[in-house]
């Protein structure tokens, strides 16, 4: 899509920009980026986006990162980037936990307690058994 307006007021001038903008649904203003953006770097296509595969934000910080799970076991996220000297978000925290194989659980994985059943037999997972 991104092509053939430019193909016809760059390389042919067929139509001029107002009119394949309305042939194309695109803007003139676009158009003129385009071709401002062809003239200077040569190229029409769009930048790739997002970060490049395999980057990850806090890889110089995993030792600091690995060393505060370590230092403190039951912290959240939110206070685990509190603890590193870089400001970043909590998604990025888990992520880069993730990449490490870092298990944040707070609780065991095993069998059901027969004792204290956290939900009603027969029910349906994650609902309460509400008597009011």
Request: include cysteine.
């Amino acid at each position: 899509m991104r092509l053939y307006p430019i193909k016809e007021v760059a390389d042919e001038d067929l139509l001029g920009r107002p009119a394949s903008s309305a042939k194309y649904r695109v803007s003139a203003g676009w158009i003129c980026s385009i071709l401002r953006v062809k003239k200077s770097e040569g190229r029409i296509d769009p930048l790739p986006r997002g970060r490049p595969v395999g980057s990850r934000k806090l890889k110089p910080h995993e030792a600091e990162l690995q060393q505060a799970v370590a230092d403190h076991p039951d912290a959240t996220l939110e206070s685990l980037g509190e603890l590193l000297p870089v400001k970043v978000g909590v998604s990025t925290i888990f992520r880069e936990l993730e990449a490490l194989d870092i298990s944040l659980k707070k609780r065991t994985s095993g069998r059901p307690s027969k004792t204290v059943p956290m939900s009603r037999p027969g029910g349906r997972r994650g609902t309460r058994d509400s008597k009011t």
